[in-house]
């Protein structure tokens, strides 16, 4: 079946550094793909997606961008601030029916001033 | 701000009682979900309705049931509850089912079961 695998947290960066997040999945056909952010004790929003391959999502400075020869959305940014502090789901919707996600187990970023 | 609220927030039951949450969509959307998301792990698909259907379960026992009402609002009941039940309860919406649709969340409902 479908699934989302991330890197393992918790990432600790100092401010300004520069953030990788790995994400890579197992999907059959052409899933879309996410990347979304939950700050302490909220709920989810989305930061990008991207829905074909070799799509490029960005927002707020983040990047992912579809690789479907590696089978990986990547989230980058290239100057990492104290607020960008959170946890990062990759997810993946391979449902032509529903579009339900699939979501990764979450990376926890922490970045210190 | 999604548009998407839940309540309650924060509840507590105890194992073997039966709990009712509820979201209001965002407006004009038809397609609202819910997720359980246990902590430290990712949100799982509990099940999807669409136009006041279910349009599709992940795998979650029968006791995990839900209704859309008309103005496409929407309700998840779980019956006999069991202590593994204690998690976060989020509620998404989107303007239609379907891939590439964009999901927007709600805040969520805690819900501690002792």
């Known amino acids: 079946g479908n699934s989302v695998t991330q890197m393992e947290g918790p990432v600790t960066l100092s401010e300004e550094a520069f953030l990788t997040i790995n994400c890579t999945y197992t999907?059959?056909?052409?899933?879309?793909l996410f990347w979304y952010v939950q700050y302490p004790g909220e709920g989810l929003q989305l930061l990008l997606k991207?829905?074909?391959?070799?799509d490029k999502g960005s927002n707020k400075g983040f990047e992912a961008t579809y690789r479907k020869e590696t089978t990986s959305f990547h989230l980058e940014k290239g100057s990492v601030q104290v607020s960008d502090s959170a946890v990062y789901f990759c997810?993946?919707?391979?449902?032509?029916?529903?579009?339900?996600?699939?979501f990764g187990q979450g990376t926890t970023l922490q970045v210190k001033p | 701000e999604t548009g998407v609220t839940q309540s309650p927030t924060h509840l507590i039951k105890t194992r073997g009682q039966q709990v009712t949450l509820r979201c209001s969509s965002q407006?004009?959307?038809?397609?609202v979900s819910w997720y359980q998301q246990a902590l430290g792990q990712g949100p799982q698909f509990i099940f999807q309705?669409?136009?006041?259907?279910?349009?599709g379960r992940g795998n979650f026992p029968p006791r995990f049931s839900g209704l859309q009402f008309p103005n496409y609002s929407s309700e998840l009941n779980v019956n006999a509850l069991e202590l593994d039940d204690s998690a976060l309860y989020l509620c998404?919406?989107?303007?239609?089912?379907?891939?590439?649709?964009?999901?927007?969340f709600g805040e969520g409902s805690w819900l501690t079961v002792v």
């Open positions: 998404a919406s989107s303007l239609d089912a379907g891939q590439g649709n964009t999901i927007y």
């Open positions: 999907a059959t056909g052409y899933p879309s």
């Open positions: 991207a829905t074909k391959a070799d």
């Open positions: 997810a993946l919707s391979g449902s032509s029916n529903t579009g339900k996600l699939i």
């Open positions: 407006s004009g959307h038809n397609t």
């Open positions: 309705y669409y136009r006041e259907e279910e349009n």
